[in-house]
């Protein structure tokens, strides 16, 4: 897929980066620890999986290593990838806890890198700890996973578009990005448009992988008077091979006066 893995490639880097910002403040919570709250291995290494893996959970184990007790307040996760569990949210001192991290790899295909941000009630202002996740996922056997709406060939990150605060003598646009899934060209284009919405894709022609944005425009001074604050209205996409209730967008509008 031409577009998809020069944008993979992309994806991996910029996350490698986060990535060492991430580690490099890692430090500065060990004197936090030292104090407080102290993780033997406070980074984990996931190792390798893929799209298709079904979740996995990882258990950081914390020592209240101070001479008061301890409270676990919020555990914050850095990815909507991952959910949290604690164990043992009071510890008096020499009590352990546990910090549960579940990872779902699928539609996260590239370098992990999350984790979670942890607050204690005797620390105000700032995390106590920081724990992070490390490792990697493979692509699934389905390349296109992400995008989970399949009309025909086109695959579509959403259905659905929102175009607010669309006030007098403005053309607003919501923008949805798709890819061609299929082994021939497609040329999106809309017949039923209202008077008052236009439907193009960047780049005008979808060769099979590659990747688009579906723009939708709306010209304000063309939207009828009568019509409500907030309203919506379908999009029928033509060029595809599916029924017309299956290649259908729903964009709604909210209006400025």
């Not at 699928?106 to 490792?135: C, D, H, M, S």
């Not at 175009?163 to 923008?175: H, M, N, W, Y």
Request: proline share 7%; net charge positive; glycine share 6%.
């Amino acid at each position: 897929m031409k577009k998809f893995a020069f944008m993979m490639s992309l994806f991996q880097a910029s996350v490698q980066t986060v990535l060492m910002a991430f580690l490099l403040a890692l430090p500065t919570v060990a004197n936090a620890q030292k104090e407080l709250l102290k993780f033997e291995h406070p980074l984990i290494d996931a190792g390798t999986m893929t799209e298709d893996d079904a979740p996995r959970t990882f258990t950081f184990v914390g020592k209240n290593v101070s001479k008061k007790i301890l409270h676990i307040t919020q555990v914050r996760t850095t990815c909507g990838c991952t959910s949290s569990y604690v164990k043992g949210d009071v510890m008096k001192p020499g009590d352990t806890c546990q910090v549960q991290i579940t990872f779902t790899p699928n539609r996260y295909p590239g370098t992990i890198n999350t984790g979670a941000f942890l607050y204690l009630k005797e620390v105000e202002g700032q995390p106590a700890v920081k724990l992070a996740l490390t490792g990697k996922v493979l692509p699934g056997a389905d390349v296109w996973a992400r995008y989970p709406h399949k009309m025909g060939a086109l695959r579509l990150k959403q259905a659905m578009a929102s175009i607010t605060e669309v006030k007098p003598g403005t053309q607003p646009s919501a923008r949805i990005l798709c890819g061609n899934s299929g082994e021939k060209a497609l040329r999106i284009t809309s017949l039923l448009l209202p008077p008052y919405a236009r439907l193009t894709t960047e780049p005008e022609v979808l060769e099979p992988g590659d990747e688009a944005d579906l723009v939708i425009t709306i010209i304000a001074d063309l939207i009828p008077a009568t019509m409500p604050e907030t309203f919506t209205f379908p999009v029928i996409l033509e060029g595809l091979d599916a029924r017309p209730s299956d290649r259908t967008l729903q964009v709604s509008v909210s209006r400025i006066k």
